[in-house]
């Protein structure tokens, strides 16, 4: 558990966020946007080496039927978390967006980030690269 807790606090800091209640909410809302745009081998892959929390935020989002979008832009990336955490600022959500994609990098090794990176869109995967 305090392994989280630096990871919400890191979060909350490089966030710009006001409480540990939001950078909860906005790890939450960026993991499961993550997971929706991952291919199923490396949802499992980075789920798998998250600690369990985490870990169930990429895992919760299932469609039956989805087809990725590997052309996906970075604002439409922002677009979708910031409605996922009940903002509807995109470009805020860029400040929590690298800020838990650098909380996640600090916890997964460099074949799982790497695994990440590949599975994006050009325009995400340079979000991730830069968090």
């Given at each position: 558990m305090a392994d989280l807790?630096?990871?919400?606090?890191t979060v909350q800091n490089k966030g710009s966020l006001r409480t540990p209640q939001h950078?909860?909410?906005?790890?939450?809302?960026?993991?499961?946007?993550?997971?929706?745009n991952l291919d199923g081998k490396?949802?499992?892959k980075l789920?798998?080496?998250?600690?369990?929390?985490?870990?169930?935020d990429v895992k919760r989002v299932f469609w039956l039927l989805h087809f990725r979008?590997?052309?996906?832009t970075s604002h439409e990336f922002q677009n979708q978390v910031s409605r996922r955490s009940g903002n509807?600022?995109?470009?805020?959500?860029k400040t929590p967006i690298l800020a838990v994609f650098h909380g996640v990098k600090?916890?997964?090794?460099?074949?799982?980030?790497?695994?990440v990176a590949d599975s994006l869109s050009p325009e995400v995967r340079e979000l991730w690269e830069k968090a």
């Open positions: 807790n630096s990871y919400y606090q950078a909860r909410r906005w790890s939450t809302a960026v993991l499961k946007t993550l997971g929706f490396t949802k499992k789920a798998n080496a998250l600690p369990a929390e985490l870990g169930d979008n590997n052309q996906l509807s600022d995109p470009q805020f959500a600090q916890l997964v090794d460099n074949g799982v980030q790497q695994a």
